[in-house]
């Protein structure tokens, strides 16, 4: 792998995508992956993977359009997407939320726009744009921690995102807080994600609204999980849910334990706390991580590192995705020639 930095115009642009759950974000960005477009559409799943690449497709070229640069100014593209992937191919293994399959994104776009493709999980595109752009900025090692549906884990040391040679890494979701703990989507007992994702904090609070012990919530959602968005939550803690409320801290410990598993092993100074449940409820999330990261890391540890919100919300990933394309087309570990 060639380790040469490659000069790129001044003028070049970098795009961003982010392909969410059924959502797609593209935005054009400039040598200071500062935004100079940016626009969204939706991918309906049941359109299947194939008007879905298009539609990305589209929006890039539209996205691109509002930016008033022209398609030769096109450095790279970056997507950040749901695991697993196979980031050698850029392919897409499984993405359950849309029903994709085996989907080669970077050969399509390279094909569509004869510019290099950098496909990276969405994580850790998100904390790699906290890095360049928000609020983890300067630190020499980051930690990102993504709670949404799934729990989401990042590490960048010295401007380096840590993976693996196919797979991402860092999948702190999978972490075991629990050995006798709810099944996990993986198929394992015990995981984070088990224990502290949406999934699990909506089913307690669904069950504490049937009780009758989550007046607020059940107003508001019912007992319908699918309904029991972060958003709901907050409400209902807002609205006097006592008990939505210790469901949620009790979680938020969770990933403060995980939290300082990880704090043990990499030595973060900054530790970024992103994704749905923490835009929320930042103030709950903040008080709650790092109370309990800083109780259960060793002693040394103790005063290491901070604990931060993501400042870039959902701009996080687009500009992370296209940083980490910036970063490979320059140290020459993709060819700027690709297509
Ligand atoms: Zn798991």
Known sequence: ????????????????????????????????????????????????QQKGLKRMAELIENTLKQSGMRRGSLAAIGVGCPGPLDLEKGLIVHAPNLGWRKVPLKKFLEGVFGRPVVVSNDVDAGTFGEYVAGAAQGARTVLGIFPGTGIGGACIYEGQLIRGAR?????????????????????????????AGRLAIAAQAAAA???????ALLERTGTDISKIRSKALADAIR????????IVRRAARYIGLAAANAINLLAPDVVVLGGGLVEAMPKLFLEEVE??????????????????????????????AAALAARAVQSGEVRHDAG
């Open 291 to 320: 109370e309990e990261a800083r109780d259960k890391v060793m002693p040394s540890f103790r005063d290491t590192f901070k604990v931060v919100a993501a400042k870039l919300g959902d701009r996080a990933t687009v500009i992370g």
């Open 209 to 215: 609204a049937y009780r009758g012990d989550a007046p």
């Open 167 to 195: 797979q991402s890494c860092m999948e702190i979701g999978h972490v075991k807080v629990w050995p006798a703990g709810p099944l996990c989507g993986c198929g394992r007992r015990g995981c984070l994600e088990a224990v």
């Open 1 to 48: 792998m060639a380790t040469t930095r490659r000069p790129t115009s001044p003028h070049a642009v970098w795009v961003g995508v982010d392909l969410g759950g059924t959502k797609l974000m593209c935005s054009v960005l400039d040598s200071k992956f500062r935004v100079l477009a940016e626009d969204r559409t939706s991918v309906p799943p049941a359109e299947g």
């Open 239 to 246: 609205d006097g849910d006592h008990v939505v409320e210790r």
